[in-house]
């Protein structure tokens, strides 16, 4: 029996990378590029803003690449910087264009009416929501359900505090994927790993939430220190570490979800507080929730008080990653 391939596509504002339908893994790029439509320019900011983390996620698309390629599985890829548009929130988020990112003003992103707004999402950022609904479908159809493994990288410093996590694992409720990485990382005792930090996993909205959670698939979001992931050498390095791990948990991660497989959960202090949290349905309460939200969004809010910005109330800064 010849197994199902999910095909190479390219499209305006993401692409696929070919790969297995029954690779039991689907890995996702939401920040792979900070390419922007000739038509916008830099969105009025320098050049030198662009190759920053506020424009994408330096090492991201060279791990993805390669995880792919490792494990035969399909990859869908952003093609687009996250200050056009941020895949890796809802449509209805108030941080989905940044106006303020790092302490960088986003000019470009200031006065957009709703039409322009529903127009970036038309054509930026539903597309890609679509493709990796489509490949997710895919893989579903072929085997048993894939786990949903999200690439992003993080700065090495956050408002002049080096982060010590050379690589995070960020998760919301279920923990089946997440329990197994973090046990698999924390073998190298040289590593520090981080367990739903600099942020908790569970943003309502954003990537995950819109393509795993609703299948009852497992996921995580994987933040690569940015520092250790910039050039080829590291980036080869952390994706083939990773893909050994994934290699071998994979077959387990993938099994239906029971709280009473939680891998070694007593250990893990949030797979503790989300189980407070959780309820019959295996779902997280909403204060839960919004505690997730609140904490994601607090730690990205700027912090420059010698700098007159414009007022925007509802805009917070995401800016340090992920
Ligand atoms: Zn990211």
New binding site residues.
């Given amino acids: 029996m010849i197994s199902a391939v999910v095909t190479a596509e390219t499209a305006e504002s993401f692409r696929v990378v070919e790969g297995r339908a029954d690779a039991g893994i689907v890995l996702l790029c ?2 792979a590029c900070n390419a922007l439509p000739a038509e916008l320019g830099t969105l009025g900011l320098q050049e030198h803003e662009l190759r920053r983390h506020i424009a994408y ?1 330096i090492g ?1 698309e060279a791990i993805t690449e390669r995880l792919a390629k490792r494990l035969g599985a399909p990859a869908v890829l952003s093609r687009f910087s ?1 200050l056009l548009i941020d895949i ?1 929130r809802g449509a209805d988020d108030p941080t989905l264009i940044m106006r303020l990112s790092d302490g960088a003003v986003v000019p470009g992103n200031q006065c957009l009416s709703p039409e322009q707004r529903d127009a970036r999402i038309a054509r930026y950022w539903r597309p890609y929501h679509d493709a990796a609904g489509r490949v997710i479908a895919a893989c579903r159809d072929a085997g048993p359900p894939p786990v949903i493994f999200s690439v ?3 700065t090495h410093a956050w408002k002049g505090v080096q982060r010590p996590w050379q690589v995070s694992i960020l998760w919301n409720e279920d923990s089946r994927l997440a329990g197994a990485l973090l046990e698999a990382f924390r073998t190298n005792r040289h590593l520090t790993v981080g367990d739903n930090e600099p942020y908790h996993g569970g943003l309502e909205g954003d990537t995950l939430w819109q393509h795993a959670r609703p299948y009852g698939l497992a996921s995580v979001v994987i ?1 690569y220190r940015q520092d250790l992931v910039a050039d080829r050498r590291g980036q080869d390095h952390w994706a083939d570490v990773t893909a050994d791990i994934l290699e071998r948990i994979i077959p387990t991660a993938r099994q239906p979800y029971q709280k009473s497989a939680l891998p070694n959960g007593a250990s893990y202090g949030e797979a503790r507080s989300e189980d407070a949290n959780r309820t019959g349905s295996g779902r997280v309460s909403s204060v839960s929730r919004t505690s997730a939200r609140a904490d994601r969004r607090t730690e990205h809010r700027p912090d420059e008080p010698g700098r007159v910005l414009p007022q925007l109330p509802e805009q917070l800064d995401a800016g340090s ?2």
């Fill in positions: 939401d920040h996620d991201a996250r890796n992003h990288s993080m933040e990653g992920g």
